[in-house]
C-alpha cells in the first residue's frame, strides 16, 4: 500500500478490466517516472472519448456519428447480419476481411451468474431491426459470431431459437482447435467443437 493519491491512482487503473494489481502498480509508476509521458494529452482524450463517441443508432458499434461507418456503407451486403457481443469483436472481424455484411452488437453475453439476461442485451433491437426489413432488405442471414465460451454458447442457443421461431435463417460461427495449438491442452468446449464441426477430407 502507497501513501494517499498515488494509491488512489493504483486503485483507479486497478478498476479497468483486465488490469490487476501489478499492472496497475505498473501503469501508475511509469506515468510518474516517465516526464516525457503528457498526462495532459492522456486527460484531454479521455474526456473527449466520452463527449464525442457514442453507440450506433443502429447496430450498437461504437462511433463518432449517428451511424457507423459500416452502417452507413451502401457497397455493404445489408441482407446479412453478424451478431457480436463487444465492438471489439467487429474490429476482430473486420481484420479477416472475409465478411461484407452488416453487424449488431448485442452489448455482451448472457450470464445469469452475472444478472445478466436476454432484456439486459440489445436483443429486443435486434428483433425490431429484423421485422422492419422488407423487400430487398429482407434479411436473409443471421450469422451468430458470440465467443466460444458458456456465456456465448448461451446466448447463441438462446438467440437461434429466437430467430428459427421468426423463420430467420441462422448460422453460427465454426470453431475448433486453433493452428498451431496441441491437443493435449485445448478444453472440452473447444475440442467438443472440432469434432462437430469436422469435414470429409478431399
Keep these: 500500500m502507497y501513501d494517499g493519491i498515488v494509491q488512489d491512482l493504483i486503485d483507479e487503473f486497478g478498476r479497468l478490466p483486465g488490469i490487476g494489481p501489478k499492472s496497475a502498480q505498473r501503469i501508475a509508476f511509469h506515468i510518474l517516472q516517465t516526464q516525457s509521458f503528457d498526462v495532459s494529452k492522456l486527460a484531454e482524450l479521455l474526456t473527449e472519448v466520452r463527449e464525442r463517441v457514442r453507440f450506433c443508432e443502429v447496430c450498437g458499434n461504437i ?19 453478424c451478431v457480436v457481443e463487444e465492438p471489439k469483436d467487429v474490429v476482430a472481424i473486420e481484420r479477416t476481411r472475409q465478411f461484407r455484411g452488416l453487424y449488431h452488437v448485442l452489448g455482451g453475453a448472457i450470464s445469469p451468474i452475472d444478472g445478466i439476461g436476454p432484456d439486459d442485451l440489445s436483443i429486443p433491437a435486434l428483433m425490431r431491426r429484423l421485422g422492419e426489413a422488407t423487400g430487398d432488405d429482407r434479411i436473409r442471414e443471421v450469422i451468430i459470431a ?15 431459437r429466437l430467430l428459427t421461431s421468426i423463420d430467420v435463417p441462422v448460422s453460427r460461427l465454426a470453431s475448433g482447435l486453433p493452428v498451431g495449438g496441441d491437443l493435449e491442452f485445448a478444453d472440452e468446449v473447444t475440442l467438443g467443437r472440432a469434432f462437430e464441426g469436422r469435414r470429409v477430407v478431399e
Excluded: F
Excluded at 63 to 77: G, W
Design 63 to 81: 462511433t463518432e456519428q449517428t451511424r457507423c461507418s459500416i452502417c452507413s456503407d451502401l457497397r455493404r451486403d445489408h441482407t446479412l447480419i
Design 146 to 160: 458470440t465467443d466460444p465460451n458458456l456465456e456465448g454458447e448461451a446466448t447463441a442457443a438462446y438467440l437461434s
